[in-house]
């Protein structure tokens, strides 16, 4: 069926570190893409989207490419701060009306 | 502005009572989505309000759960007899309309049965 799925475990590193978290899909046709981020103690945001293949979403200095080739829409960040701790979470949309989540990735970055 | 709203924020009970949980959503937006986040099965879609359509209930875990919207703004999702395993962070999200518009979230209410 219909899925997201996200690196296991969360990502510890250190401040100005290069962040990657992976995110594959699978689906038939072409969903928008969508990177959600839960800071400490808030609600869920939305970081960046992507709605057709080969878009960049991109925001706060994080970016995420919409891959139809290898169904990923992995998220990177060149230099992360502490402030960018938080769980993030891939998400599709797919038309019918609900987002599908994957499991999320808890980022710690140590100063 | 103001976001979408939940009450209350944390809520204990009783395993075999009954809860109410409350979405106020941002003014104006038309769709409203009600998700469940917990331990062991990551964010879970539950249900989908659209105007005056009816809703979408398709990810209700069991008829214990139900939710209403009023006036097509504030809803509630009530859990009927709950049990342990309805522990979780219920999150409601708006947006301006179904489909593909951006979901804004509330902070969530986390329930806790004992």
């Known amino acids: 069926g219909n899925s997201v799925t996200q690196m296991e475990g969360p990502v510890t590193l250190s401040e100005e570190a290069f962040l990657t978290i992976n995110c594959t899909y699978t689906?038939?046709?072409?969903?928008?893409l969508f990177w959600y981020v839960q800071y400490p103690g808030e609600g869920l945001q939305l970081l960046l989207k992507?709605?057709?293949?080969?878009d960049k979403g991109s925001n706060k200095g994080f970016e995420a490419t919409y891959r139809k080739e290898t169904t990923s829409f992995h998220l990177e960040k060149g230099s992360v701060q502490v402030s960018d701790s938080a769980v993030y979470f891939c998400?599709?949309?797919?038309?019918?009306?609900?987002?599908?989540f994957g499991k999320g990735n808890q980022v710690v970055v140590i100063p | 502005g103001a976001g979408v709203s939940q009450s209350p924020s944390n809520k204990v009970t009783e395993k075999g009572k009954d809860v109410e949980l409350r979405c106020d959503p941002i003014s104006g937006h038309t769709a409203l989505y009600w998700y469940r986040q917990s331990l062991g099965q990551g964010l879970e879609f539950l249900i989908y309000f659209q105007g005056n359509s009816a809703p979408d209930k398709s990810g209700l875990p069991s008829d214990r759960f139900s939710a209403e919207r009023t006036g097509g703004s504030v809803s509630t999702l009530t859990i009927q007899r709950t049990q342990q395993e309805d522990s979780a962070v219920y999150l409601c999200a708006s947006s301006l309309s179904g489909g593909n518009y951006e979901q804004y979230f509330g902070p969530g209410t986390r329930l806790t049965v004992t």
């Open positions: 992507a709605t057709k293949a080969d």
């Open positions: 689906a038939t046709g072409y969903p928008s």
């Open positions: 998400a599709r949309y797919y038309g019918n009306n609900r987002l599908a």
